[in-house]
């Protein structure tokens, strides 16, 4: 119903009324004196609210099950170099380091302190890191769950790049070196999972290779799978054209038993298995992550793993039933993707942002993200065992610590310059660190 504005101030006392709660709510561009206050008030309060990690790689730095790729040689940002000293600060939150340096000597006290953490077994480990992190629950993005995370605090997300890759992939391989890395490691998930349906080689049809891909799907989300996640932009553009069935028929049926396509062939073929994969997660109710930022290598292409090239598939009606994640935000084009979020079912997640940036920055994307669709963004730390030093212990405090201070701050400036009220911002605070991302796993 829409009430006529003079109906509505037909008395001259609410009409008054009416107007100074207007001149009171007016949004100013700039922040008042109250802003360090606020900023406390609100870190106070976020601090003690419980995360819901929605992207993180939990792992120990032997255990190659933690990604379904590499890191290949290439260069690194600022912040996560060893000699930022933010990493001293982790290991004295995490572990009561007693040295200000990570000198060959000193830092193998803390290689020497997680050991002894590590002997005692069991999942302790990882459950208490989550507990002194404030963390409630922490996804698993890995490609399959060790023994030593509990399936209670850490949720499985796995990977399905594998299945755009059963043909010879020799071509591919050469382009670059970072696809020498990435290709072999893809192979080798398709084969685990061919192994899981106990077949040792590739269906006859195109019809019985969609079949053992959904199989695997059920299985595992029957194991503890909650989502599907795909990395493709580290090895194709991702922009997925929509070609008939008939045409991926007849290239499966060409090159299933060991010729090789063309990369036109290919990427056409891929094209229709991605299709498949997400109407499979529309129907199965796994939701979609996909990797939409930045890259590591020195090969990654930026415009081609552009978010924006995913439109055509996030707006096609076919999957409105499909829920999607867009892990990373889309960085660092996170002020395009966030109109993406405006589609009821995408969702944003911050990981590697709040790593890669410094919360000054940080601070910056996130209150644009706030101000336009703050029930359609979630925190991921994007924990990853980089080495035995820089560890997913100290990568889950540099995400949580980052995140918690850029929001306080960026929800403080937004009462501050009377956008929204100290309670909804708090609101805002409990959906973006664990609201929105768990209700989406009920
Ligand atoms: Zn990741």
């Known amino acids: 119903m829409i009430t006529h504005p003079r109906r509505l101030f037909a008395c001259p ?12 709510a007016q949004a100013r561009p700039f922040p008042g004196p109250d802003l360090p206050a606020t900023y406390q008030r609100l870190l106070s309060q976020i601090d003690k609210i419980p995360i819901f990690d929605h992207h993180a790689h939990p792992a120990f730095p032997d255990d190659t099950d933690v990604d379904a790729m590499a890191a290949p040689p290439g260069s690194v940002p600022l912040r996560e170099r060893l000699d930022n000293p933010e990493l001293v600060a982790a290991a004295k939150a995490l572990w009561s380091y007693p040295y200000d340096d990570f000198t060959p000597q000193h830092s193998s006290w803390l290689v020497q302190k997680k050991a002894e953490l590590k002997k005692a077994g069991g999942t302790a480990y990882f459950s208490n890191l989550l507990d002194k992190l404030g963390i409630e629950t922490s996804i698993a993005n890995r ?60 269906p006859a049809d195109l019809d019985g290779y969609l079949r053992f891909i959904s199989r695997i799907l059920a299985e595992n989300q029957k194991n503890g799978g909650i989502a599907m996640k795909f990395e493709a932009a580290y090895f194709r553009p991702l922009h997925f054209g929509d070609p008939p069935r008939s045409q991926a028929e007849a290239i499966y049926r060409r090159y299933r038993s060991g010729s090789q396509p063309s990369v036109d062939e290919y990427r056409t073929f891929q094209d229709f ?54 892990i990373h935000g889309g960085y660092p084009y996170e002020r395009q993707a966030i109109w993406l979020a405006a589609m009821k079912n995408v969702y944003l997640d911050s990981s590697l942002m709040e790593i890669d940036l410094y919360p000054a920055e940080f601070k910056n994307s996130l209150k644009q993200w706030l101000e336009l669709f703050p029930d359609k963004i979630t925190f991921g730390s994007d924990s990853f065992p980089y080495n035995e030093v820089l560890g997913c212990e100290e990568s889950y405090w540099m995400g949580v610590r980052s995140a918690r201070s850029a929001l306080a701050a960026a929800l403080a400036e937004m009462v501050s310059e009377g956008e929204v009220s100290e309670a909804k911002a708090l609101e805002m605070a409990h959906a973006y660190l664990h609201d929105t991302a768990a209700r989406l796993y009920k």
């Open 13 to 24: 006392v609410l009409f008054v009324l009416a107007l100074t709660g207007v001149a009171v």
């Open 143 to 202: 490609v399959a769950m060790p023994d030593y995370l509990d399936p209670k605090r850490f949720r499985w997300v796995f990977f399905v790049d594998s299945f755009l890759f059963p043909f010879d992939n020799h071509q591919l391989t050469a382009r670059n070196p970072d696809q020498r890395v990435y290709i072999p490691l893809q192979e080798k998930v398709l084969r685990r999972y061919m192994k899981q349906a106990q077949v040792n080689q590739l």
């Open 273 to 326: 298995i991605f299709r498949h994969l997400v109407a499979e997660g529309g129907r199965l109710h796994l939701p979609v992550h996909i990797h939409t930022a930045v890259g590591i290598g020195d090969y990654f292409n930026l415009s081609e793993g552009n978010i924006m090239n995913l439109e055509n598939v996030l707006r096609d009606p076919r999957y409105a039933n499909v829920t999607w994640v867009m």
